[in-house]
């Protein structure tokens, strides 16, 4: 497990089989056994806290990384990887999470 990769997560109900992409610094997969994760959503809305998501990071259509949807997930409720985000797209992902959590600092990155 890596950071920015996006993997099955078998939830408990009512969450249910969904994607997450994961979140963590690499070196804390070998020590934790919770990850911070954000779903994987099919409901696109075009806004700030989301991170579009389509074939090229491993998914079979266009989806979004909600970062409104922030949470921790156990590593026993992780199944298989889906792929993982090109390292160019980083900055999209830390600037959601900056409108999500109100992190100005992370807005403007260029």
Known sequence: MK??????AELPPPGGQ???????RNDAYDVLHKYIAVEITTTIRDIPVEVSLDRRDGLDRSRAANFDN???????????RIGALDPGRIRE???????????EELLDIE
Request: charged content about 25%; hydrophobic content about 50%; glycine content about 2%.
């Open 70 to 80: 922030l949470r921790p997930i156990s590593k026993a409720h992780l199944s298989k």
């Open 18 to 24: 969904r994607r997450a992409l994961l979140l963590n």
């Open 93 to 103: 992902v830390k600037r959601a999470l900056g409108y999500a959590l109100r992190w």
């Open 3 to 8: 950071q920015y990769e996006i993997w099955w």
